[in-house]
């Protein structure tokens, strides 16, 4: 089983919150930014410092990875060669204000360990590397939380059924239910996070932890000409990617891509600025993990908090591709 986990103290407003505050623009006019919505009440996550943690008592940055520029949320795994100085650094920074995730691979002791902690908030669990029944699964989460080795569970790359029905058995038999989805989410992967989850938001209180909203670089336009050497895509175990690039419809993106360059061009952004901003305006959308290789890329991204973009419609527009609720369907 491949797990996540989360950390941080509970009912805490953090100074990186407050830091965070204060990178954020006006509201737009109207307190809208599109029919994506906002969240429930105090306009979009843009708008807000920070938040809760789908309907829990855990609050997140919108964005994930700096601390010093208001972001209190790190995602780290113990196969990312990069997370022990990250995390070193940490220690010196007062606990309750920034949060941790990471996956576990090779065992519970071990992560907590290597990570310096006696327990976490959350824990979340990959639904790729869990073969057990759903009944097991919600048992060893509920025991984890039990034992006080953490605070929450959440679920990753979960259907939306199965969440139900991890939800469902939770209480037929009394169990602790998930609070958190990690999902992948940007321009060309939307019905999951646009449609299904805010169902479940209001349902069940289940929130968003999105990633990936750079479409692994192809939004950023480094494929626009082919594969470059140094890119991700010429990676060994990244065949997929590469393949992705050259298929037909990688070819129909990367037209569409070139078009939402013009428009960040014109609002004065970069893409990866204007990709970021389009993910946080998503109705349930707590987080939104960033995936960095240098600080410069790190700063630009985290410009993405100063936009209010009032472009949604004409970006649906663009796409094409905008997924419609059972409601709107029927309608």
Not at 24 to 32: F, I, N
């Amino acid at each position: 089983m491949q797990v996540s986990f989360a950390c941080t103290e509970h009912n805490l407003k953090s100074r990186s919150e407050d830091r965070l505050c204060g990178l954020r623009t006006a509201p737009p006019p109207g307190g809208s930014s599109g029919s994506g919505g906002g969240g429930s009440g105090g306009g979009s996550a843009l708008e807000r410092g920070g938040q809760n943690l789908g309907k829990s008592g855990l609050r997140v940055s919108c964005l994930g990875l700096a601390y010093e520029n208001g972001v209190n949320l790190f995602d780290t795994a113990e196969v990312y060669a990069s997370d022990s100085p990250y995390l070193y650094l940490l220690c010196f920074c007062r606990r309750s204000s920034f949060v941790v995730t990471t996956k576990i691979y090779w065992g519970l002791r071990g992560s907590l360990s290597r990570l310096q902690l006696d327990y976490v908030d959350i824990v979340f669990a990959n639904r790729n590397d869990v073969n057990s029944p759903m009944e097991e699964v919600v048992r060893a989460m509920t025991f984890v939380i039990n034992q006080g080795m953490a605070m929450y569970w959440g679920t990753s790359r979960w259907s939306a059924m199965e969440i139900m029905e991890a939800y469902s058995v939770a209480r037929q038999f009394n169990l602790i239910p998930p609070v958190c989805e990690q999902a992948e989410y940007h321009y060309f992967q939307r019905d999951k996070v646009e449609v299904q989850l805010p169902e479940l938001y209001h349902k069940i209180g289940v929130g968003a932890m999105t990633w990936s909203p750079l479409a692994c670089g192809l939004i950023t336009g480094k494929y626009s000409d082919g594969v470059p050497e140094c890119s991700r895509a010429a990676m060994k175990g990244y065949q997929w990617l590469k393949e992705r690039v050259y298929s037909e419809e990688g070819r129909r993106q990367l037209a569409k891509i070139k078009e939402l360059h013009l428009l960040a061009d014109r609002l004065g952004c970069t893409a990866a600025q204007l990709a970021i901003a389009w993910c946080l305006r998503s109705e349930g959308v707590s987080s939104v993990l960033l995936g960095v290789s240098n600080t410069d890329q790190l700063l630009e991204n985290l410009g993405a908090l100063q936009m209010t973009p009032q472009t949604v419609g004409e970006m649906d527009a663009l796409l094409g591709n905008k997924p419609h609720s059972k409601k709107e369907s029927r309608a």
